[in-house]
């Protein structure tokens, strides 16, 4: 089946710093990735939809200057949390679209902690 | 607006009881409806996908079934196991133009040996 490759799983960082999580689809082209938060005991929440080649779409209350998301290329989106936060700490899972029924395939996932 | 609903929240019965998840929607117009198992603090993993003008889907011990006009799904689970203990998510994805994939809450699982 499909694999979508997310890393790092976990990082730790002071508040102030950036960080980048990727994710890449390891055995299709995925033209159309997503990227979700996720609070302890909430659903999922879709942040932006990255598409290759073009800006992303961000959701309604998602500050597209302190979430910069970049698809360069056909298997590799990047979120980058700019100057986080403590209340940036969050579970940031990407997933991408794969066939023609367009089946979603996730990442591990990525906890966040911002100190 | 798309809500997806799933209850109950947390769900705890013994090893080889057969059971249902429920998941509902408030608007009827899907492209697809998707179940996911969210293991702690991992990613989804995608169990069973039902096209919008399929009526079930069966991977194994899962069964999964749509209810397009009464924006239903259920998960069926057979002869439960204690690695079935997991979350359980289901997600809509909504047909249209502007479409979106809207998730609920999940429904946490223990299977009690």
């Known amino acids: 089946g499909a694999v979508v490759s997310q890393h790092p799983s976990r990082v730790i960082c002071k508040s102030g710093t950036s960080v980048k999580i990727e994710c890449r689809s390891l055995?299709?082209?995925?033209?159309?990735m997503f990227w979700y938060r996720q609070f302890p005991k909430q659903s999922l929440m879709l942040m932006a939809t990255?598409?290759?080649?073009?800006?992303?779409?961000?959701e309604q209350g998602v500050e597209k200057d302190k979430f910069l998301i970049n698809h360069a290329s056909l298997t590799l989106s990047t979120l980058t949390v700019t100057s986080a936060h403590p209340e940036d700490s969050s579970f940031y899972i990407c997933?991408?679209?794969?066939?023609?029924?367009?089946?979603?395939?996730f990442g591990s996932g990525t906890q966040l902690s911002v100190l | 607006k798309q809500e997806v609903t799933q209850i109950p929240a947390a769900l705890s019965v013994p090893e080889g009881e057969n059971l249902v998840l429920n998941c509902s929607f408030t608007?009827?117009?899907?492209?697809?409806l998707q179940w996911f198992r969210q293991d702690p603090g991992k990613g989804l993993t995608s169990l069973l996908l039902?096209?919008?003008?399929?009526r079930e889907q069966t991977s194994g011990r899962l069964n999964a079934s749509l209810d397009k006009s009464s924006g239903r799904s259920t998960l069926y689970i057979a002869a439960s196991q204690p690695g079935d203990s997991a979350t359980y998510l289901c997600?809509?994805?909504?047909?249209?133009?502007?479409?979106?994939?809207?998730f609920g809450k999940g429904i946490t699982l223990s299977v009690r040996p």
């Open positions: 997600a809509v994805w909504d047909a249209g133009a502007n479409s979106k994939l809207t």
């Open positions: 997933s991408a679209i794969h066939g023609m029924n367009e089946k979603l395939f």
């Open positions: 039902i096209q919008s003008s399929q």
């Open positions: 055995d299709f082209q995925a033209t159309t």
């Open positions: 990255s598409n290759e080649g073009s800006k992303a779409t961000y």
């Open positions: 608007d009827s117009a899907i492209y697809n």
